[in-house]
């Protein structure tokens, strides 16, 4: 099973090292790590304009459907093919979304956790 974490961490330097440690034990021990992938956003911000309340929608309707072509995406989901085509885009480009062989758009995980935290200002 392939999972995904979709996690906000302002410190990059602490994220690129939870990252690298993650790498060293997958190679020392010959298991993958787990998740499997790891999306980092810098800022809620930057995770909202990124994963939008209609590209989540996307992400869930193509986890439920399979494989895609765009056209039949905006069909299924009744939106403006460019429209879908540029939030396809954004999703391939931070790795959500991936191509097929033959140009369909899938998520290649079985499960995506979304963990952040909200603190108060000290």
Do not use: C
Not at 20 to 46: D, L, Y
Not at 89 to 99: D, H, N, R, V, Y
Request: no cysteine; glycine share 4%; net charge negative.
């Amino acid at each position: 099973m392939r999972e995904a974490l979709i996690q906000i961490r302002a410190d990059s330097e602490a994220a690129l090292e939870e990252a690298f440690v993650r790498a060293t034990n997958a190679m020392r021990s010959g298991n993958s790590s787990e998740p499997v992938a790891v999306i980092t956003f810098s800022s809620p911000a930057q995770l909202f304009s990124v994963i939008s309340p209609k590209r989540w929608e996307l992400i869930e309707h193509v986890q439920k459907i399979g494989p895609s072509s765009i056209r039949g995406l905006a069909r299924a989901v009744e939106r403006d093919v460019k429209r879908v085509h540029e939030d396809t885009s954004a999703l391939l480009e931070w790795g959500i979304f991936e191509q097929t062989g033959d140009g369909k758009i899938h998520v290649p995980y079985d499960v995506i956790h979304a963990n952040f935290d909200l603190r108060a200002a000290a």
